[in-house]
């Protein structure tokens, strides 16, 4: 979801459900779409990723979906644990990504606390 | 392995004065680096790019002269905040670019929260 002002779209769970985090991303050219956890005060962790070629990826209790019609990206996170409390970020890029002209293009982030 | 580390991980500087903040890739050398700024409850701006041996690419809005980057070594980028004000104050985040199984990725530092008073 889109914030508003400085704040954060929050999703808040008990412990043992499943969590849904969406995103929508902003150019039909990217091709490779990546989610990153972020715990307080600390840097991006990779999650999982998704290029533009499938529509469905999964990981360990994670599964990314790509809607590329509506530019709709959604991260599925299986059985929440207190753990997974974080600000979860999606990002974009294109076929240059990681080199000298590929750059990641970061979502809005959504809030994730799981109530125990 | 891609580890990234940064030094240090936090500062707080009086206003005027410069903060240099490192990033390094320990166990991989990265031909290109990213600088990322992200102000509380925000998302990450990218701010530079950052090629070994050569000029970084600058994000539209960001100042090259105020915020200075080195990437002297494949495993070495500074970040340099001269005469820093209290608008400064941010998260200041790092990656490190790698190919890897075919795809190129970006390994993140752990972040240099900066405070100017």
């Known amino acids: 979801g889109e914030s508003v002002g400085l704040h954060l779209p929050t999703l808040s769970v008990q412990e043992g459900d499943n969590s849904i985090i969406n995103c929508a991303y902003s150019?039909?050219?990217?091709?490779?779409f990546i989610w990153y956890k972020q715990e307080s005060g600390k840097g991006p962790q990779f999650i999982i990723d998704?290029?533009?070629?499938?529509d469905k990826r999964q990981g360990q209790r994670v599964t990314v979906l790509l809607n590329k019609t509506v530019k709709h990206l959604s991260l599925q996170i299986a059985a929440t644990q207190p753990g997974d409390s974080a600000v979860y970020f999606c990002?974009?890029?294109?076929?240059?990504?990681?080199?000298?002209?590929?750059?990641?293009?970061f979502g809005k982030g959504t809030k994730l606390s799981v109530k125990p | 392995g891609a580890v990234v580390s940064q030094h240090p991980s936090w500062v707080i500087c009086k206003s005027g004065t410069s903060v240099k903040i490192e990033c390094r890739s320990l166990?991989?050398?990265?031909?290109?680096m990213f600088w990322y700024r992200q102000f509380p409850k925000q998302s990450l701006m990218l701010m530079a790019t950052?090629?070994?041996?050569?000029?970084?690419?600058?994000e539209q809005g960001v100042e090259k002269d105020k915020f200075l980057i080195n990437h002297a070594s494949l495993t070495l980028s500074t970040l340099t905040v001269t005469s820093a004000h209290p608008e400064d104050s941010s998260f200041y985040i790092c990656?490190?670019?790698?190919?890897?199984?075919?795809?190129?990725?970006?390994?993140f530092g752990p972040g240099t929260r900066l405070t100017v008073l």
């Open positions: 990656s490190a670019g790698l190919e890897r199984g075919g795809n190129n990725e970006q390994f």
């Open positions: 150019n039909s050219a990217s091709d490779y």
């Open positions: 998704i290029r533009s070629n499938m």
């Open positions: 990002a974009e890029t294109d076929a240059n990504y990681g080199g000298s002209q590929g750059n990641l293009i």
């Open positions: 166990d991989f050398q990265a031909t290109t």
């Open positions: 950052s090629n070994e041996g050569s000029k970084a690419t600058y």
